[in-house]
C-alpha cells in the first residue's frame, strides 16, 4: 500500500522540476493546498444535502404552491393485474402486436390499453411541483456562488491579468476565502453525486453521474497542485449560465411563457458567448500559453491542460444543440406558440399526456426529433424523442 500511495504523489509528475512537497508544506507564514483538505468537502456535501431538504420544504414549496404549482402528480392508471405484470416485467411501451393481443384478452380497445400504459409510466414520474422545488434549489445555490465568485476574484490580480496565476507558482499562499470558495464548489457537486439516487430519475443518469464525478476529479486535481487561481476563473465563468438555465426551467413549471422564452435566450447567450468566447481566448490562452512560458511544463501540466481541451471540445457539441434546440423552437414559433424547454429532457415527463380528456378527442400527437439539454453546468446531451400536443 504503501508503495502505491509513493507512486500516486510522485513529485515529478504533480510539481513543477524542483519543487518537492515539503515545500509545499503550511506554515506559520502562510497556508498552502494540502490535500486532506479535501476531506472537508463529503461532510459538508452532507450539510448541504439536509439544507436542501430544510430549502425544498420550506421555502420552494410555498413558493411553487403561490405560483399556483400543483401538488398532486398525474393521474393514476385504474389497477389490472394483467397489465401490470406486462408493463413490470415485459415492456412499458407495448408495440402493436401485444397491443392487440391485450386488447382480445382483456377485451378492451386498443387506445384504452394505450391510454393505461401512458397513464402508468407517467405515474412513476415526478409531479411538477416536485421538479420546481428541484430546480429553485440549483438556481438558488448557482447564484450564490456565482456572486460569491464575483466579488471574491473582483479582489484579486487575475481576473484582470491572467499571468498572476503563474507568478510565483506553485509558492501562491491560499487564502482563506478561495479556500472557501473551492471546498464549497467541491462539496456541491458531491452532494449532486450522492442525491442523483434520491433525485428525479432521468435518462442520461449514467452520463451525468460521469460528468459530476468529472468534474469533482479536476477540482480536486487542481486544488491538490496549487493550480487554484485559474480553477476559480474555470469555476466562476462556467457559473455564469447555470443559474439562468435553472430560471428558465422554473419559469416553464410556473407556466410563464415569455419569461421562459427571455429567460432561455439570455442563458443561450451566456453560455455560447462564455464557453466559446471567453474560454479558449482567456482560460486556454493563460493555461497553454502564459503558463507555458512563465512556469514551463510539467507531467500534471499535460493532464491538466488535456483535460481542459477536452472541456473546450464539449463545450463546442454542447452550443451546437442549443443552438438546434433554439432554430428548432423557432421554426415551430412560426405555426403558434413555442417553448425551447420543451426540448429538455427531464421536462420530458411534462410532454406525455395521461388525462382522459386529451385521449378521448381523437388528436393523434406527433412525434419529432429534438436536441435535449439537461441540468447542472449546462450539461447537454443527445436528442430524444418528445410528445407533442
Known amino acids: 500500500m504503501a508503495g502505491i500511495l509513493a507512486w500516486f504523489w510522485n513529485e515529478r509528475f504533480w510539481l513543477p522540476h524542483n519543487v518537492t512537497w515539503a515545500d509545499l508544506k503550511s506554515t506559520a507564514e502562510g497556508s498552502f493546498p494540502q490535500a486532506p483538505d479535501l476531506y472537508l468537502a463529503l461532510p459538508l456535501a452532507l450539510c448541504i444535502l439536509l439544507a436542501r431538504l430544510v430549502f425544498q420544504r420550506f421555502v420552494a414549496r410555498p413558493c411553487a404552491l403561490s405560483l399556483k404549482i400543483q401538488a398532486n402528480g398525474p393521474q393514476r392508471a385504474q389497477p389490472n393485474a394483467i397489465l401490470e405484470k406486462v408493463f413490470t416485467a415485459i415492456t412499458k411501451h407495448p408495440d402493436e402486436k401485444r397491443l392487440e393481443g391485450l386488447s382480445k384478452q382483456l377485451d378492451w380497445d386498443v387506445h384504452t390499453i394505450q391510454r393505461w400504459f401512458r397513464q402508468r409510466r407517467n405515474h412513476e414520474k415526478p409531479s411538477v411541483l416536485t421538479k420546481f422545488c428541484e430546480s429553485m434549489w440549483k438556481f438558488t445555490f448557482y447564484l450564490y456562488i456565482f456572486s460569491y465568485g464575483v466579488r471574491f476574484l473582483q479582489k484579486v490580480p487575475w481576473l484582470w491579468d491572467t ?61 491538490i497542485n496549487n493550480m487554484v487561481r485559474v480553477g476559480t476563473l474555470v469555476m466562476c465563468l462556467h457559473d455564469a449560465s447555470d443559474f439562468l438555465l435553472e430560471a428558465a426551467k422554473m419559469a416553464n413549471y410556473a407556466k410563464c411563457q415569455r419569461l421562459c422564452e427571455l429567460l432561455f435566450v439570455i442563458f443561450s447567450l451566456v453560455f455560447i458567448s462564455t464557453r466559446l468566447g471567453l474560454y479558449p481566448i482567456w482560460i486556454l490562452n493563460t493555461t497553454l500559453f502564459e503558463s507555458w512560458e512563465i512556469v514551463g511544463p510539467y507531467p500534471s501540466w499535460w493532464v491538466f491542460n488535456l483535460l481542459l481541451l477536452l472541456l473546450q471540445l464539449l463545450h463546442s457539441f454542447w452550443s451546437y444543440l442549443i443552438v438546434r434546440i433554439a432554430c428548432r423552437a423557432l421554426a415551430r414559433g412560426k405555426s403558434g406558440k413555442w417553448n425551447p424547454l420543451h426540448a429538455l429532457k427531464d421536462d420530458q415527463s411534462d410532454i406525455e399526456s395521461s388525462s382522459d380528456e386529451e385521449d378521448s378527442s381523437g388528436s393523434a400527437a406527433s412525434r419529432r426529433y429534438m436536441g435535449a439539454t439537461n441540468g447542472t453546468n449546462g450539461y447537454l446531451s443527445g436528442g430524444v424523442y418528445l410528445e407533442e400536443h
Open 163 to 223: 499571468r498572476h496565476c503563474w507568478y510565483s507558482y506553485p509558492y501562491q499562499p491560499l487564502p482563506s476565502d478561495l479556500h472557501y470558495y473551492y471546498i464549497v464548489e467541491l462539496a456541491f457537486y458531491w452532494s449532486l453525486i450522492f442525491s442523483q439516487f434520491t433525485d428525479i430519475k432521468r435518462k442520461d443518469f449514467a452520463i451525468m453521474f460521469l460528468h459530476h464525478t468529472a468534474t469533482v476529479a479536476l477540482l480536486m486535481f487542481s486544488y
